[in-house]
DNA sequence: CGAAAATTTGACATGACTCAACTGGAGTGG
DNA sequence: CCACTCCAGTTGAGTCATGTCAAATTTTCG
């Protein structure tokens, strides 16, 4: 179960079992099942996420009251509203689940304890945000650089992993788009 | 001049004169004059950026030939492709100044022993990822949820100080949009 | 099996782009 | 200091990608 969490901060830093298990001692377990909220509107992000088994997905709710997908999470990623995370501010996203997931959480209070006594793990969150950023600036010129199709192909090719596993209208939210013009393309492509 | 850096550094962590200068010792300096590149498309990102005085923009060209500019930096901003600079690989972007500039700057190389020697370099970054990350997803956000007019009236909000220091073709092509459909919202403003 | 949810279809609407032409201001050179 | 050029910004007409809305169809799942 927590091999998880290991192989992955492995990754980036090596922590032998025992500091490993002192770093574990961080983080909660937490089982949710299918469609429940981990995060709402107005609320604190009090903890960053990370998924054993399972998928997240972050939305917000736009003016027209439709909800908008920026984010999908599956196993080994981390999901957070970061900025509300970082400075306690209330959020504007929900966090909910795709499936039954099952997740380790740390708390705000404990993430910077867990820095202050694992520096390791500065480099390991260095690390994870280095090239979460670095993922999100190529995302950004996406937006700009795609047209709607396009964006639609590129996630095909990119992420065919979420298509076994997310319906398609979360696509289409994920893709800024909607459901009836994701099925118009995807009519076309077919023929 | 260098006294930018240490004020930034000391933002998130604490380093003493004695300690500064050697890290200081790892930075280059540069002066460059408006509109010169300092990255070009199929090369790699060697060095991350430390804006000191002056302006630089990231963009890309697009299939139909025009720039697209998806980054500004202004004093005390990094600049880089993060994902050419953490991977070495080719960028598909430019790096180019808006005013004369002058800028720190530090190779991948000088980076990663930079890290090793000062540790709380490390935290530094972390700190700075971190942040620049939850910017990234507030922008992103943004471009889901915004029409082209709203992104623009955001951005004057946000940040009024990039009106005066670029141009308008600069500021229409960042918020992805032709300068005539800016021309167009400016005028509907003012009535 | 039936109800609710997801997807598709089609008619119509619109935000934003394209292209071409015009205006005005900032340099530059004679 | 004028004349000329060049580039940024504006205007307007026409167009297209994508959205809206309503209804039909298919799938999911209790």
Redesign the interface.
């Known amino acids: 179960m927590s091999e998880i969490l290991k192989a992955h901060i492995n990754k980036f830093v090596t922590v032998n079992d025992e500091e490993f298990e002192a770093i574990l001692s961080y983080f909660q377990f937490k089982r949710i099942s299918k469609k429940d909220n981990l995060l709402e509107e107005g609320q604190i992000c009090k903890s960053n996420l990370f998924v054993l088994h399972g998928v997240l997905r972050k939305f917000?709710i736009?003016d027209k009251g439709t909800e908008?997908t920026?984010?999908f999470a599956i196993e080994q990623w981390w999901m957070s509203?970061?900025?509300s995370?970082?400075n306690q501010s209330t959020t504007?996203?929900y966090i909910q689940t795709v499936e039954n997931t099952e997740l380790l959480y740390i708390d705000k209070v404990d993430y910077e304890k867990l820095?202050e006594t694992h520096?390791v793990m500065?480099?390991h969150?260095?690390c994870i945000?280095?090239?979460?950023?670095?993922?999100?600036?190529?995302?950004?010129?996406f937006?700009?650089?795609y047209s709607r199709e396009e964006l639609y192909y590129h996630f095909l090719k990119a992420q065919p992993e979420f298509l076994q596993r997310v319906p398609q209208y979360l696509i289409a939210s994920y893709l800024?788009f909607t459901p009836e013009y994701l099925s118009e393309i995807r009519k076309k492509g077919i023929s």
Do not use: C
């Open positions: 917000f736009n908008q920026t984010e509203d970061t900025f995370f970082i504007e996203f820095l520096p500065e480099k969150f260095r945000y280095q090239k979460a950023y670095a993922a999100a600036q190529m995302r950004i010129k937006l700009y650089d800024n």
